[in-house]
């Protein structure tokens, strides 16, 4: 059983696209977080947020905790944006998503 | 101000050998927690320490140990090791326990059993 679900697996895109990776979870949460790791392993942390909507630069973050549901918007995609998204929610433990893997073809 | 450290960067160990792994967090972050990542089972929670207590668990057997020293360095041990513990190890840091702060995640340590 898996506690967090993304979509798509794999996904490639043409520079410029707008993007989106969905992720749904069906434990009660008190955080919802998005990382990026690139290829080597190294993970970023994205956003964390709880509610609503976070803005970074190119990347938006949303969730709707009534759905249990959360997507990563990533506009005008870049090759830079070539990684693995990860979803992971929060409650006593980390559960995480197994990733998308995101390439953006220049 | 320094990012979180891992060492070593690289391990090869036998089945059967225990390993240790290093943590040193960024300065001031009191809450350290650990990962385990594998191809087949994608990323997985081992545990938080937090005040040099562990503070959460995942699902992993006895095994998988750890602890974290009064200047919130941590380690984490692995006794008996198993072929299918070949991982990359992944730790991170962050100012306060309980997971509703940013996670600062170090290079990690691969681990290779045979």
């Known amino acids: 059983k898996n506690e967090v679900e993304q979509s798509p697996q794999n996904l490639t895109a043409q520079e410029g696209e707008f993007i989106t990776i969905n992720c749904s979870y069906s434990v009660g949460i008190s955080a919802l977080h998005w990382l990026q790791q690139h290829p080597g392993g190294g993970i970023v942390s994205l956003f964390m947020l709880s509610s609503g909507k976070k803005k970074h630069g190119r990347l938006i973050a949303t969730i709707n905790i009534q759905e249990k549901h959360s997507s990563l918007h990533i506009t005008a995609s870049h090759p830079r944006d070539s990684a693995v998204y990860i979803c992971a929610v929060t409650g006593n433990q980390f559960y995480f998503g197994t990733g998308t893997s995101l390439t953006v073809i220049p | 101000k320094a990012g979180v450290t891992q060492t070593p960067r690289y391990l090869i160990k036998t089945r059967g050998q225990q390993v240790t792994l290093s943590c040193s967090p960024i300065?001031?972050?009191?809450?350290v927690s650990w990962y385990q990542q594998t191809p087949g089972q994608g990323l997985q929670f081992l545990f938080e320490y937090f005040s040099e207590t562990q503070r959460n668990k995942g699902n992993f057997p006895g095994r998988f140990s750890g602890r974290q020293f009064s200047n919130s360095r941590s380690e984490m041990n692995v006794s008996t090791l198993e072929l299918g513990d070949s991982a990359l190890y992944l730790c991170?840091?962050?100012?306060?326990?309980?997971?509703?702060?940013?996670?600062?995640f170090g290079p990690g340590t691969r681990l290779t059993v045979t």
């Open positions: 300065s001031g972050h009191r809450s």
């Open positions: 991170a840091s962050s100012p306060n326990s309980g997971f509703l702060y940013e996670q600062y």
